[in-house]
T-cell receptor
């Protein structure tokens, strides 16, 4: 079975631009969560989606948005990119409430110049 | 405000010896704790977890201990192997919320020396 897949793996954008990151969850998982990992820190919760609805949102500005599609894949959108948005963006899928947490993808490395 | 703390950024251990990674938390609403391991260029992978109603959980070479009164947990790896060299994240969640928000610590980089 395929794990959580994310695309692209690496991305370079200019300040002020917009970016879309994509994620496909493990088959059967209906929940997708997005995390941002800045160098030297642990992953920070951005969003959780379940059955195409936003279930939770972390402390991120409105420039960050996401959606989930009928096939449970998800997109994370970031508008008006700032240098500080440079990070590894991780997608994780799960069975909602699963006690063993998430299965993460390998992430998208976003560099804003 | 960091709710999950890992005060040791790095740790070096000789192969075959015990590795002890420590974690402290501040939020008493957390009732489930997890450890993840991360290799470079990969996403974190789930390692072991413990519910707040327990004080110990063991899985092979990995054991997690929870001291609720001290708001402290630790991960023991015995014996340590070179393949265990990775960044280890301590994480916590509250099971009573309507969504899964896992709070991660900053991580401890473990190096196991052959």
């Amino acid at each position: 079975d395929a794990g959580v897949t994310q695309s692209p793996t690496h991305l370079i954008k200019t300040r002020g631009q917009h970016v879309t990151l994509r994620c496909s969850p493990i088959s059967g998982h209906k929940s997708v969560s997005w995390y941002q990992q800045v160098l030297g820190q642990g992953p920070q919760f951005i969003f959780q989606y379940y059955e195409k609805e936003e279930r939770g949102r972390g402390n991120f500005p409105d420039r960050f948005s996401a959606r989930q599609f009928p096939n449970y894949s998800s997109e994370l959108n970031v508008n008006a990119l700032l240098l500080g948005d440079s990070a590894l963006y991780l997608c994780a899928s799960s069975l909602l409430g699963a006690v063993d947490g998430y299965t993460f993808g390998s992430g998208t490395r976003l560099t804003v110049v | 405000d960091q709710q999950v703390k890992q005060n040791s950024p790095s740790l070096s251990v000789q192969e075959g010896r015990i590795s002890i990674l420590n974690c402290d938390y501040t939020n008493s609403m957390f009732d489930y704790f997890l450890w993840y391991k991360k290799y470079p260029a990969e996403g974190p992978t789930f390692l072991i977890s413990i519910s707040s109603i327990k004080d110990k959980n063991e899985d092979g070479r990995f054991t997690v201990f929870l001291n609720k009164s001290a708001k402290h947990l630790s991960l023991h790896i015995v014996p340590s192997q070179p393949g265990d060299s990775a960044v280890y994240f301590c994480a916590a969640k509250g099971m009573k919320t309507s969504y899964d928000k896992v709070i991660f610590g900053p991580g401890t980089s473990l190096s196991v020396i052959p």
